[in-house]
């Protein structure tokens, strides 16, 4: 878990930009260029001050309310197998598309920031790696620098969302979408065998993620 390899993992299957581009670009499919680069940049800026308070802030909530690193293991890894299983249900049985929007007011905090951007096993796994951290800021300074990489990945993914989606295959994004559910899963599983290691349910060393 204090391994930076395993956050770039952790943070893109999370909050990375695979899942951002075809649901901003459907959201804003009717939105004019401009209006659609400020809600993408200001959407951005919103989810990295939400990540800043999460890793520096969050944790002390965290700690005063004695809520330790098993138990962030098996809630994140819940939430992971949650999300991965509507993932996979999604994209099985689509559902009927809503109307989009014609104005950007009012999108920025929500559905852009929050689910699109940050989603809950994303705040989790801050969480966690700021639990993780603890006191070596080494390692929260490179979570949160993997974090900042992430943010601009995803902004970039918003701005050039109708190019993407204009140059990859339909097909292929959902390929990608179901490997990314699967691993999804797969972190899932290991998470929570991790918390119940900690909390000795499960004996021995889980196999180190490469």
């Known amino acids: 878990m204090n391994d930076l390899s395993f956050v770039l993992v952790i943070f893109f299957v ?3 930009p695979i899942k951002v581009i075809a649901a901003f670009a459907q959201l804003t499919s009717q939105l004019p260029d401009g209006e659609r680069r400020a809600l993408a940049l200001r959407s ?15 944790d002390n909530l965290r700690q005063n309310w004695q809520i330790a690193s098993p138990d962030l293991l098996l809630t994140g890894g819940v939430l ?13 049985h689509a559902p009927a598309p809503d109307a989009p929007p014609t104005s950007a007011k009012g999108l920025a905090m929500s559905p852009v920031t ?17 639990a993780v951290a603890g006191d070596t800021r080494t390692f929260l300074t490179g979570v949160f620098g993997i974090f900042l ?23 292929t994004l959902m390929a990608f979408g179901w490997m990314i559910a699967v691993l999804q899963a797969a972190l899932a599983i290991h998470a929570i065998m991790s918390g119940l290691q ?4 499960v004996p021995g060393p889980l196999p180190v993620v490469p």
């Open 114 to 130: 929050f689910p699109i951007i940050i989603t809950p096993y994303g705040i989790v796994a801050l969480l966690l790696f700021a």
């Open 198 to 201: 900690q909390y000795g349910v």
């Open 44 to 58: 951005t800026l919103i989810a990295t001050a939400v990540g800043f308070l999460i890793l520096f802030i969050g």
């Open 149 to 171: 990489g992430m943010m601009v990945a995803d902004f970039l993914a918003m701005i050039f969302a109708r190019q993407l989606l204009g140059f990859i295959h339909a097909g």
């Open 80 to 92: 992971l197998l949650i999300g991965a299983l509507e993932a996979v249900k999604n994209a099985q």
């Open 14 to 16: 999370t909050l990375g």
